[in-house]
Each structure stands twice: as C-alpha cells, then as structure tokens.
C-alpha cells in the first residue's frame, strides 16, 4: 500500500483542503441512503458531480480543479495506490521512480504542480561523456552533436530538420485536420525515413530514438502519428534530449509525490482498490459500477489510457469513433530498469551516464542518482521488450547488466539492488509509456481522443493538446477536462 505521509504546509493548500472537506460533507448529505440500491441492481454507495475514473496525475488533477470551484467529486482506482504510471517505490534500501519520470524546461504544467507543492526540481547530470552503439559501433561525444562521419551528420541532420518541419505543419492539436492527414497517417515512420534518409546509421536512429520515446518500433506507427507527437513536444532535440530536453530534470524524492499530495488533499474522496467495471449513461446523469457498489454522478471523467476503456462495459455501449479508436490504440511495449550502486563509477570514469543503443535489451539509458545514492536506469522498449519479456527473471536482470557492464565496466555487474517495472505486463495500463497509433487510426479516428459522448468526458494524457504521453500532458488534460464540466456544470 502507497504511504501517504505528506503534511499540509502552506494556507491556499489547507483552503483547498477546507473547500474538499465541506464539499465531501455535502457529498455525504446528498447520497440517496448509504445502501440504497441503483437502478441496476447493486449497492448504492454515493452521489457526486463529477466521477473520476483513475487516480493517476490526469484524474487526481481534474478532481482537485473540481473541489476548487466547489464541486463534489469521487476518484476510483483499481490500483492500491494513486499515481498510475508514475511509481516511486523501494529499490534495495532506497526509492526510485519505476514509471514517469524526467520533466523537459517547457513542461509547465508540472514544473507549476511541483512549485506548488515545495518539491525540488534537479537537472539530471550530464555534463561528461556521451555513449551512442548503432550496430556494432560505439561512438563516445561530449556536448549535443553525436561524433558521426560528416556524411552520417549531414544526413541525420537532414531527416531531423524536415520532421520538424512536417511536425510543425502537422501541429499538436488537430492532426487529423491537416489536407494530407490520410496520406500521411497511410505510411510508417519506418517507410518514411527510408524513402528520406541515405545512411543506415540514420534509420538506426529512428529506431533508438521510438524504442526509447515510444516503446515501438518505426514500422508500428504512422508518420502522421510521430509528427503530431514530436509537434507536442516542441521538436524531436526536445524529445530526446537530455540536459535543455524532456530529460532535463526530476523530481526529487520521485514524481509519485505529486498524486500523493493530491490524494491527501482530496481525501476521503479517493478511493482506492475499486476497478470500475460499468458506465451507464443517459441524459440524467451516469452510474458507475464497481466492485464495491455503485457511484451516481452528474458527469464522468475517464482518465485511462483509451485501451483500458475496452475493459469496461458502456450501457449504451460506445459506438462509433470512439469504439473504434479504443479497439485500435496499443500502448508502446516499455520496461524500466534502476540499478543502485555504491559509488557512481561510470562518473569516475568520464561518462555522464546516458547511453543510446540499439544492441540491445536497454535501449536507452541515464545517471538516475539522487540524494537516495548513486544509480543508473534504462528502458527496454519496441521489439526488445518483446523478447527480453520471455526470458527468466534472472536472465532478464543478468541481461541488463551486461549492457551496462558493456558501456561502463565490470563495476557495473556488482549492482547493491536491481528492480524492473514491464508495464506491457501491467494489468492497469497495458503498456507505456502512452499509445502508439499505428497507420490508419489517427487520421480517422484521433478527434475521439477528446470529444466528449453525452456526459462521458476524457482525461487522461492521451488526450491532452500539448505533451501529450507524459507527465505534463497528464496535468493538462486533467484540467482540460474540469475546466469543461465546470462550463457544462454551471449551465
Ligand atoms: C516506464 C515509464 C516511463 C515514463 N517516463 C516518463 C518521463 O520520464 N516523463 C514523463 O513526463 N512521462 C513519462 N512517462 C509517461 C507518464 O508516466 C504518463 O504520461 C502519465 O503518468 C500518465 O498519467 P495519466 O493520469 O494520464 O494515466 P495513468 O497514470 O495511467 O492513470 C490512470 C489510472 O487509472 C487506473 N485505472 C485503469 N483502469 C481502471 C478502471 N477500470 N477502474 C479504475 N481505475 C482504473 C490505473 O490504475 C491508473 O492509476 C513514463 C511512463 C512509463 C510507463
């Protein structure tokens, strides 16, 4: 069970904690009779405004922006613990972050959220040798431009100049929009760095760099769905960079803390351990049925992945685009990995850390120390994570290690604790870190991302207009999403 230990320390906060009590105490007052029973049949448990599904950042987010207009909400999870893809959790004698963690300079939402919270944001280090194995060549650099043969530049600069270009006429929001959506959501990443590249160390690139953002591979996604993701995202330097990058930065202590505070403050509205398993819907009003009895609310907020919603039944059953975008939309296939040390060696040594690979299974790597002590992390992702899955779990770990042993010495094979988090295996996510849209779904279907059905609406940062399948995308969605039903609300 999640520890939830964090104190109240500044007055909007314990204002906000006030405004949660004496709306959760009406709350109480407007449930019907504590055992009631529903209309369909189950035990009456409360009646809200707002039911959010999933106490990840994008529901605990909307749910928060709810109490602070005066709103009564409650949070179901299926999960024993708030924080969905974001985990900060014991690795050895130490706590580390197994899901989401790395915060980019432009990520406002989050870096607003840890602010308001008094929680530290530390680059992470960098400043020392670079390592980069396409194939069997393993090139060390310092500084941001990898130590290639001119040619290899030229024609890497080449590709990564006019992704950004088409990432920014394709744009972050309305993908599907644009007059050649269909043409370009008809053909792969793979396809088209191919038909746009010379060099082999290029396409070997791309693969690293979708491995480690995506957890796919370049031929499973459409070239419309990586343009809108790098538009998101600023530009594809932003993507995968680290120090001026989406890798710049973390949460000291983990990014879990900031579900963690926002359950605490949200108290005994959310509530823990209780998949929802039904969603029926009219004009009236939604019942949402769990394990544990039945919620009735004004509205919804689905803040799961949008696969995760083809666990759930709709009562009507949801036809139409946003069915087919459900049925259609895998997530990336994704592991992490942190080993702690006892002394950071690979610094000793000259390198930062940081490491992009293709021989695999770590596809990607970092310095993750923090003031726990020094560690490394890596991401197993695409087509590695499919065959580092089947190994044993000792074969897994003795696996990892060689990669690292590989980049940085024998010191690395005498780890002080190991621990991995598959979230392709992950009963509540089905993968990570967000989706990964193959061709043909989001030209058609990639409007349903946000369109609300009735009094469905949809968090969840598969459905945010900017960052979309990280952290700061969870957020912003999650406001999105209150700021729409606070509209509708006060209609
Ligand atoms: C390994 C990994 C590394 C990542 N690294 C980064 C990073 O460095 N930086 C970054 O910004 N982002 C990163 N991400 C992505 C980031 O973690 C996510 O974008 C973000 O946490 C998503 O938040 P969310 O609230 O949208 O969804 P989630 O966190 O998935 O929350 C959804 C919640 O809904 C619950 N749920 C599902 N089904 C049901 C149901 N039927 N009933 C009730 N509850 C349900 C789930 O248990 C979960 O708690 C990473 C993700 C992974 C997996």
Sequence with gaps: MTKRNDAPSNPDRRKLITSAAAVLSVAALQTPTAEAKSKSGGTQTG?????????????????RELVKKGKSVVVLEARDRVGGRTWTT??????YDLGGQFVGPTQDRIRAMAKEFGLEIKPVFSDAKHIWELGDERVEFEGSVPALSLLQKLDLGHIINKMNALAKRVGPTTPWAV??????????????????????SSRDFAKVMTRAVLGVDPDEISVLLWSYYVAQGDNIEMLIGGRGGAQDS????????????MAKDLGAAVKLSQPVRRVMHDAAGVTVETDHGNWRGRYVVMAIPPAMNTAIT?????????RD???????????????????????ELGYAGDVGSLRGPVVAS?????NEGPALLGFVGGDDERLWRKLSAPARKAAVLECFARWFG????????????????????????????????????GAALRQPIGRIHWAGTEAAQRWTGYMDGAIRAGEQAAADLLTRLTK
């Excluded at 014991?90 to 706590?95: I, K, L, N, S, T």
């Design 47 to 63: 009646s809200v405004d707002v039911i959010v599904v999933g106490a990840g950042l994008s529901g605990l987010t909307s749910a």
């Design 90 to 95: 014991a690795v050895g004698a130490r706590r």
């Design 179 to 200: 007059s050649d959506a269909a043409e370009l959501d008809a053909i792969t990443l793979a396809q088209w760095v191919k038909e746009n590249s010379y060099k082999k």
């Design 250 to 261: 973390v949460i000291e202590g983990g990014s879990q803390q900031l579900s963690l505070r």
């Design 314 to 322: 709709f009562t009507p059953s949801l036809t139409g685009d946003r």
């Design 325 to 347: 975008l459900e049925t259609r939309a895998p997530m990336g296939r994704y592991a992490k990995v942190v080993i702690t040390y006892e002394k950071p060696f690979w610094r």
């Design 366 to 370: 970092y310095d993750d120390s923090s």
């Design 410 to 445: 024998s010191e690395a094979l005498k780890p002080l604790a190991y621990e991995e988090k598959d979230w392709t295996v992950d009963e509540w996510t089905f993968g990570g870190p967000t989706i990964a849209l193959p061709p043909g779904v989001l030209s058609r279907y």
